[in-house]
């Protein structure tokens, strides 16, 4: 039975670790996408920017889950998605990428807003253009300022995933629900919580690694 809940569980770890992964291949850029919306000059592209934030971060990620899955097929007449676990990952991935861009979004506008203006003036005085005192000034404290909240929220992310179960994707908590469910068995869901234990643990090494090698700009 061990070995049974083993091999149930690392499939379910691998629909995890799929899900987390394409989120951030996915996020990352558009959050920085989105933050230079949400700081642009031009209003209505700020305002709308700001807004779809609010929206986003104002709502429960479920929800957000179970719309965009559900809905198309509700008003289109057909599910984009197909029914399918490819199709139920590929919704996953949408909502959790979106979901988790604005959150990057206000953390990305936090740390390049927070480089101090002299510096970017400095970088003008040396005849540096924009693109250069963006990438050689502006990124390089803005990753050191934005290491430790991000780190929190691919943390937080790693968790998440286990909503994907509220549209029946076979992801690692999933997995270890379908024992309790169908065998009556409690022990595979804590043994679950060694696997969220463990990559979060991984996570967190990596982070700390991450923080020690970019302590520059003291």
């Not at 965009?68 to 998605?81: S, V």
């Amino acid at each position: 039975m061990f070995l049974n809940v083993t091999r149930s569980l690392m499939g379910g770890l691998l629909t995890t670790f799929q899900i987390f992964i394409f989120t951030l291949i996915f996020s990352l850029p558009l959050g920085l996408v989105i933050a230079f919306g949400a700081m642009s000059r031009f209003k209505p592209l700020r305002y709308l920017v700001n807004l779809l934030v609010w929206v986003i971060r104002g709502t429960p990620l479920m929800l957000q889950l179970i719309i965009i899955f559900y809905g198309p097929g509700l008003w289109l007449g057909h599910n984009i998605w197909s029914g399918n676990e490819a199709g139920r990952i590929t919704a996953t991935v949408v909502a959790f990428s979106i979901n988790y861009a604005c959150y990057f979004s206000v953390i990305f506008r936090g740390g390049i807003e927070g480089v101090p203006a002299g510096q970017r003036e400095a970088g003008q005085v040396l005849g540096m253009t924009k693109t250069q005192i963006f990438f050689r000034i502006t990124l390089l404290q803005m990753v050191k300022r934005v290491v430790p909240p991000m780190s929190n929220e691919i943390i937080t992310l790693v968790k998440d995933t286990s909503l994907a179960r509220i549209i029946a994707a076979y992801e690692l908590t999933f997995a270890g629900y379908s024992f309790m469910k169908s065998n009556g068995l409690t022990w595979p869901l804590f043994y679950t919580g060694v696997f969220y234990l463990l990559f979060v643990g991984i996570l967190t090494l990596l982070f700390n690694f991450i923080e020690r090698k970019l302590d520059y700009f003291k």
